[in-house]
């Protein structure tokens, strides 16, 4: 199932009076991505980090920048916003999220590209099609990065985003929230992850018991008490993976279906800004 994006971005740049025309996988410490334009003529570049310990963030971030092309390359030609992820060539240089120094329009930019990122490298209803109405284990998302050659951290991003289970993501560094998202059934029910958040203590994320996507098998089962959001505590599944060369954690709560503090349908929009990232460690 996995999408040949160099291909498809080629087949589908060349309909366009300024096309990508080189695709080139580099080593560079620190860097993801960049969009750049070519310097004498109308084409564009992607350049991306070559990971081979994380082929499915080499995929995602290749579909990202190809996001970026398709939907904010004008805004790098004369003229354009200008852009603090821009490099000194005038480009899209997508480094390590650090997601309280970001203004809010490139943070929107960076969430556009990873959406479609998303998008592209996993289809909806595929996806459902692979999960049904099961819950999320070690084993199933061992299927999904496999089916889609996609990394952890992106495959439970896009189920948190269509499931209509209350479950929430939340990555975590040294104690704290770098991000969360709950999904849209969650969050009615007030359920929702700040950035900063203290990690409780007496979680599978707070203990350090997690493991790898090789090594986590099923979710365990955690009284109310230990997970607390504003509108109180219930009992949760919970499922920690820890990537400890990036010293991140990646943890999946699952709610009953029932229970918690029904908000009104439209009493604000889901996916705030405090609930999103664009990545953070293995994506």
Known sequence: MSVAINTWAFEVSRQQPDPIEKIQKVAIDGFDGMLRPHPTRQAWQILYAEQPRYPGRERFT??????HYLLHRQDLQPGGDTCDTRSEESAYRCLPLHMDR??????????????????LLMPFDDYRAQVGDAEMSGALLTHITDHYGVSLTAAVRRWIEFTDKRAAMVVARDGFALW????KAAYRSGIFIR????????????????????????PTSLPAGVWTFARGSEPVKELTFIAERLGVSLT?????QTGGYQLEQDDEPWDSYDQFVRRAGDR
């Open 195 to 218: 950035s900063g958040m203290e990690i409780p203590e007496k979680s599978l994320a707070g203990t350090g018991q997690g493991g790898s996507l090789a090594t986590t098998g099923r």
């Open 252 to 256: 999946i709560l699952q709610f009953e």
């Open 180 to 183: 969360g998202r709950a999904s």
């Open 62 to 67: 290749l579909a990202h920048e190809f996001g």
């Open 102 to 119: 970001w203004k809010e329009q490139e943070a929107r930019r960076e969430d556009e590209a990873d959406t479609f990122a998303c998008h």
